[in-house]
C-alpha cells in the first residue's frame, strides 16, 4: 500500500512539472529492483563486478 501511494506521488509529480525525462529513469530502476527481488541480490552483483 505505501509503495502504490509513493509511485502515485512521483506520476502526479511528473504530470505536474511536466518533467517527462524522469519517467524512463523510474521504469528502469522499477524494473531493476523487480528483478533484484524476484531473481535475489547475489545473481544482480555478478553484473555489476563484471560491468555489464
Do not use: C, D, E, Q
Not at 10 to 31: D, E, G, Q, R, S
Amino acid at each position: 500500500m505505501r509503495f502504490l501511494n509513493i509511485l502515485k506521488n512521483m506520476i502526479n509529480m511528473i504530470i505536474k512539472h511536466k518533467a517527462w525525462f524522469f519517467a524512463p529513469i523510474l521504469i528502469f530502476f522499477a524494473l531493476i529492483s523487480i528483478l533484484v527481488f524476484y531473481i535475489g541480490p547475489t545473481a544482480i552483483m555478478a553484473f555489476i563486478y563484471a560491468g555489464i
